[in-house]
């Protein structure tokens, strides 16, 4: 089949300028975001949000405000025209939309691998038929650690494993579960930041927002700007969870505590992942550099717990998105 031919059909545009939007959304972003200096992760992701959200309606939109949009006429005038390099061969030899291809599969794959999968495995809890799993007793340190923290009490379940880890999962039967390991490893105030983390993340999984979020990530598998822009509003969430654990229980050290024992354990506290499940050496530095960064945060005091603000550079930071990206087919 002609990749040309199918990058120039109806779903092939689509999918181009998806691509081609979400990337120049996710970068515009990103600069306002350093431009501006805004602190508060709760408005940082709302500015990678637009980078997720906008590339799937962009094209339908422009085409629905402009007929036109996609004729030589206008793309003449486009800051950038897609059709010009698809038909490009780089040294006579690599056709640009080969290349193109080549790099929606990688996306691809990445999605597939790396969110997806691990994801659908994690919503279900622990699968290891090793591991034995009990609901925390009552009196337990872990059960004495979630009191207060969420009413109704969070369901605590204790994972019989040494490696010390700690992760929430949502759906019908919400829960948090800890290992034996880290348990033992904890002290009770590091213990009762680490759920309040966690019931941080499960307090948040109820708003639709996210839940959409994820479900443009979803439709949108194929794009390396929503790839990029979803996985910093993945790591804001982490920020925001982090500020409503230091909120709730006044110690942003011990969670920094917490963070740095569970750096140099074999497991991270990572969405997606069991306790004791390995990670690839790409996978260990991202999440390695990112937990560093949450643990500077903590330790510079950049906790915030702001959750409006800076609206009018939001709508200015749209409105370039979405003016810039009208040229851009």
Known sequence: MDLTNLLIAYPGIYVVQAFLHSMSAA??????????????????????????????VSYPLYQWLNPDRGSVNFRLGALFDSGRWINVELWNVLPVALLFVLVLAAATAVFLFQELIPILRHRSGPTDPASRTEPAARGSPAALAAEGLADPAPDIQIVEDDDPAIHSVIGRSPAIYLTTGLVRSLQPVELRVAIAHEVAHMRRSRRPLLIVAYVVRVLLFFSAGTLVAFRKAAAEEENICDDWAVEATGRPDALAAVLEKLRHSDAYEIEGHEAGEGLSSIEHMSYDLMVRE???????????????????????????????NYYIV
């Open 27 to 56: 970068i515009i972003a990103q600069r306002a975001i350093l431009a501006w200096n805004i602190r508060s992760p709760v408005v940082r992701q709302k500015f990678y949000l637009i980078a997720v959200f906008a590339p799937v």
């Open 294 to 324: 949450r643990i500077r945060r903590l330790a510079d005091g950049e906790s915030t717990t702001a959750t409006t603000g800076d609206w009018l550079k939001f709508a200015v930071t749209l409105a370039s998105i979405v003016i810039l």
